[in-house]
């Protein structure tokens, strides 16, 4: 018997040695030249595969090349330079299977050029826009030997406390899904295997943007349809789109963290969704399971992370020290461990690093001689689409656009902050590269007006807050106070208004202020920025906010100071110029908002699309016994879709080409608009759907389409939307997806609130 044993066993090394010995399947038959490369490595070498290293502390560059060597890593990221990447490949090579490596980074508003963060990008309202800012970020980022991206963050945020709603595209399932698309498509171009594309992976899966209170990190407690009419689509759409892979979230989901929910990884993601990409958990997420409380210690974290099909380990160690362990004894098998590392190999195929290792590292000679230099920017892209992003919120007695004459104050802590307006996950973006909106008017203005300077105010009174935020961003001090007394600030910005014609005070939330870890109990302008507000109110001199922040906020006493209020958020590298081509009319703002600006935090959550209830508050009638807030006006200060221009627009003649809608067809919507004012402008006409009667509560309306066009001063157009049954498509409570027959109604505006309105009946 022993001897029948040992022979089969030597036979069976022998068919795999033999295996081994044979030629790999040609190249472009991914699955067989995967599958025969699985069949050649070692555990060890497959584990390897699933580690992706941060570039930091955590482990010196030596180490990780000894690694790499040994075939113990499978990727890294946060080195962004040709010269740093190259001799990481360069070990990579010398390992027994020659496996390349791949170089990841955070590329989300740009890469070297900055462009708006993703809420002012949502902005825009404008693919075509958005599409320039993936397109061009994926090409700096390529060339500068990056391979994938952990973008976009497709997170619905309907609580702006949250600190990275400044990282998302908003409040909205159907405009973040179209953004999440478009996003999609330009970084992969026509195949993230091409030099100049790199590979998104869609985040983070799932329902970030709806941790409790606000507060980062937090629980998610959440119905299924819910999840499935809000939440959910956005990643589906950014994975339908082609996005390589996605980055697991770090909050728990009804009680289980994403990163062991096998719910949500396999039944959802691969099976009903048939993703077959990469999956990679957020930084050091494994191990904070153990944190979560659902595993004992790092062994049964690991167990339970690859189980639940987690691919790759972002800052891993828990990988590299259990899964050995955990394979050997059986409780990990080797089928999950080569399904996770089937998935790693697929995307390094698929970003055509199989093909040439060196695809976006190039040849040492063809290394830039100066990775910072200004002519490796876009800045004519930058600063259209920061244009784009700007959003009007008042205009009293058309204060703007100012004149190029007289004299010009410009005072606030965010006047003149290169940091601040490049926003958070600035990528490889520098501040010395940035313009601010003081150095955009200067040179707006030229030898034709005179301007003057003041800080006026420090970002914040609050020094345990500063101190918390120059840790959050430990490279370097990014508030950096001016010490004079808050009142002798003041003075000196009280003065330059005195001698001014008009006063710009840009005011708002340092960078750090919205940001990951930088979750917020008040949406107000800090307590040293309204005194600043109220003393220049007082000289009785035009004053114009100009507000810097990633999330709404609170500015129902600031507004009633300003005669006018342009929302910039952190428009990137050509900000300041931007800003000032919107002050001085060089170019009319057209920007809609992307999220409801609620008029305080007590209002939270507050979103457009909100299911009907059975004792809603209606404006003009009684309160009493009906859900509002009884200490202060109801609604939001600002609804979604909102945004003024300096011309006018009107909607007019709404009408349906039928009144019924039979399963299968088309209903075409009509509306005229029409440019009213004397400047060319653009606008956003947004179709709503409401359906009047469902079997569960619906919302009161739904974004379903929209355009942005283009009018000249007095010019009419007709805009027509085509409806369709998938339109009027919901979950219902048995997660059906369905149309229900009944009456919708058709609403179409400017904006989220002030809507024109027709109806049909789905038959």
């Known amino acids: 018997m022993m001897k029948l044993c040992m022979l089969g066993l030597a036979m069976a090394f022998a068919t795999q040695a033999t295996f081994a010995a044979t030629a790999a399947p040609p190249l472009q038959d991914k699955q067989a030249f995967i599958e025969h490369l699985i069949n050649q490595m070692s555990v060890d070498e497959k584990i390897g595969q699933l580690r992706l290293i941060s570039i930091g502390p955590e482990m010196p560059r030596e180490k990780i090349r000894e690694e790499i060597a040994a075939g113990r890593i499978g990727g890294t990221f946060n080195s962004i330079t040709r010269d740093e990447n190259r001799p990481m490949q360069d070990a990579a090579m010398r390992s027994r299977l020659k496996i390349p490596m791949f170089f990841a980074y955070d590329v989300i508003h740009g890469h070297r050029t900055t462009f708006p963060i993703s809420l002012g990008l949502a902005a825009t309202w404008d693919m075509q826009a958005i599409a320039k800012v993936g397109r061009t970020s994926a090409a700096e980022a390529a060339a500068d030997s990056i391979d994938m991206t952990f973008a976009p963050m497709v997170d ?53 943007g709806a941790v409790e209170g606000g507060r980062d990190y937090n629980t998610v407690d959440m119905s299924l349809p819910k999840m499935y009419n809000d939440y959910l689509p956005p990643y589906r759409a950014g994975l ?31 099976k009903d969704w048939g993703f077959k990409g990469v999956t990679i958990s957020d930084h050091g997420a494994i191990q904070e399971l153990i944190r979560h409380g659902v595993a004992q210690d790092g062994r049964e974290a690991a167990k339970l992370a690859i189980k639940a099909g987690i691919d790759m380990s972002m800052n891993d160690s828990l990988y590299a020290e259990e899964l050995p362990g ?29 093909k040439d290792p060196y695809l976006r590292i190039g040849q040492a000679k063809d290394d830039p001689k100066d990775v910072y230099a200004d002519q490796r920017l876009h800045r004519d892209a930058a600063r259209d689409v920061a244009r784009r992003s700007l959003v009007l919120l008042e205009n009293r007695q058309q204060t703007l656009p100012l004149r190029k004459a007289g004299t010009i104050a410009v005072v606030g802590p965010l006047a003149d902050a290169p940091i601040d307006m490049m926003g958070s996950w600035a990528a490889a973006g520098r501040p010395n590269r940035s313009v601010t909106v003081r150095e955009g008017l200067r040179r707006a203005v030229g030898d034709q007006a005179r301007l003057i300077y003041a800080k006026g105010a420090n970002v914040s009174g609050d020094k345990a807050m500063v101190d918390y935020l120059n840790f959050l961003n430990f490279d370097a001090p990014e508030i950096v106070d001016d010490l004079r007394p808050a009142a002798v600030l003041i003075d000196e910005a009280v003065k330059a208004a005195q001698q001014a014609d008009v006063v710009v005070a840009v005011v708002g939330e340092s960078r750090g202020m919205s940001h990951e870890s930088s979750s917020r109990t008040t949406l107000e302008i800090p307590a040293v920025q309204r005194d600043l507000i109220k003393a220049l109110k007082a000289t009785g001199k035009p004053l114009v906010l100009v ?217």
Not at 245 to 266: K, R, Y
């Open 547 to 763: 507000l810097m922040n990633g999330r709404p906020l609170s500015i129902g006493w600031e507004r009633e100071q300003a005669d006018a209020v342009l929302e910039t958020w952190f428009s990137g590298t050509e900000g300041g110029n931007a800003i000032a081509d919107v002050l001085f009319g060089d170019y009319n703002p057209s920007g809609k908002l992307a999220i409801t600006f609620p008029r305080s935090v007590g209002q939270i959550p507050m979103y457009y699309n909100h299911l009907r209830i059975g004792r809603p508050y209606t404006p003009g009638k009684p309160g009493n016994y009906t859900s509002q807030y009884f200490e202060e006006p109801n609604g939001p200060l600002y609804p979604f879709g909102y945004g003024l221009s300096y011309t006018s627009f009107e909607l007019s003649g709404l009408s349906l080409n039928s009144k019924t809608l039979k399963r299968g067809d088309t209903l075409q919507a009509k509306v005229t608009v029409k440019n009213t004012g004397k400047r060319d402008g653009e606008t956003v006409v947004q179709l709503y759907l409401q359906d009047v009667s469902a079997s569960m509560s619906r919302p009161v309306k739904e974004l379903k389409n929209f355009h942005k066009l283009l009018l000249k001063a007095g010019e009419s157009r007709t805009v027509s939307f085509n409806i369709s049954e998938d339109d009027l498509k919901f979950y219902n409570s048995q997660l059906q997806r369905v149309a229900e027959p009944g009456q919708f109604n058709v609403q179409v505006g400017l904006d989220s609130e002030a809507v024109q309105q027709q109806s049909f009946e789905l038959l």
């Open 326 to 354: 955990l394979v050997r004894s059986g409780e990990v098998t080797q089928a999950e461990l080569d399904q996770a590392v089937r998935e790693v190999l697929g995307a390094k195929y698929e970003m055509g690093l199989f």
């Open 240 to 270: 339908d789109a082609g996005a390589g892979g996605v980055m697991v979230a770090l909050n728990s989901i009804n009680g289980v963290p994403a990163t062991s929910n096998t719910w949500l990884m396999n039944d959802l993601l691969r």
């Open 156 to 208: 619905i945020a309907r609580d702006p406390r949250w600190g990275r709603t400044s990282e998302g595209f908003g409040e909205d399932t159907y405009l973040t899904s179209r953004i999440g698309q478009v996003m999609v498509e330009s970084l992969q171009g026509s195949s993230p295997a091409n030099p100049d594309s790199i590979m998104a992976i869609v985040k983070h899966f799932a329902l970030y």
